[in-house]
Nanobody, 127 residues
Framework: QVQLVESGGGLVQNGGSLRLSCAASGGTFSMYAMGWFRQAPGKERELVAAISRIGSNSYYADSVKGRFTISRDSAKNALYLQMNSLQPEDTAVYSC????????????????????WGQGTQVTVSS
């Protein structure tokens, strides 16, 4: 069983930056494709960014492309999301997710394909 714990959320002004972290335990970190999702009040959960098992490939939603960077550190069993130029519409609960992937390079883009989820961390961007 994989446990995921997010941290790093908070309140930031428009244009500011935050770095989210996701600590993974209970599994072999390098075997899992991972992603960051967010859910704003009244909206569906959406994929923000995804990364392959070895970090060779990454995907970004159009809304965050060029502003957010996903990365992973297998030595620390950690997933990160660096968020720059934050905007009020980025306000949401951000969650990390993991799922076993047999392929080193494959990203998982469908939220229904993720097996393990963290509890989430709130990000609020003031205007």
């Amino acid at each position: 069983q994989v446990q995921l714990v997010e941290s790093g959320g908070g309140l930031v002004q428009n244009g500011g930056s935050l770095r989210l972290s996701c600590a993974a335990s209970g599994g072999t970190f390098s075997m899992y494709a991972m992603g960051w999702f967010r859910q704003a009040p009244g909206k569906e959960r959406e994929l923000v960014a995804a990364i392959s098992r070895i970090g060779s490939n990454s995907y970004y939603a159009d809304s965050v492309k060029g502003r957010f960077t996903i990365s992973r550190d297998s030595a620390k069993n950690a997933l990160y999301l660096q968020m720059n130029s934050l905007q009020p519409e980025d306000t949401a609960v951000y969650s990390c997710a993991a799922t076993f992937s047999p392929m080193l390079w494959k990203m998982v883009l469908n939220k229904d394909d993720y097996r393990y989820w963290g509890q989430g961390t709130q990000v609020t961007v003031s205007s």
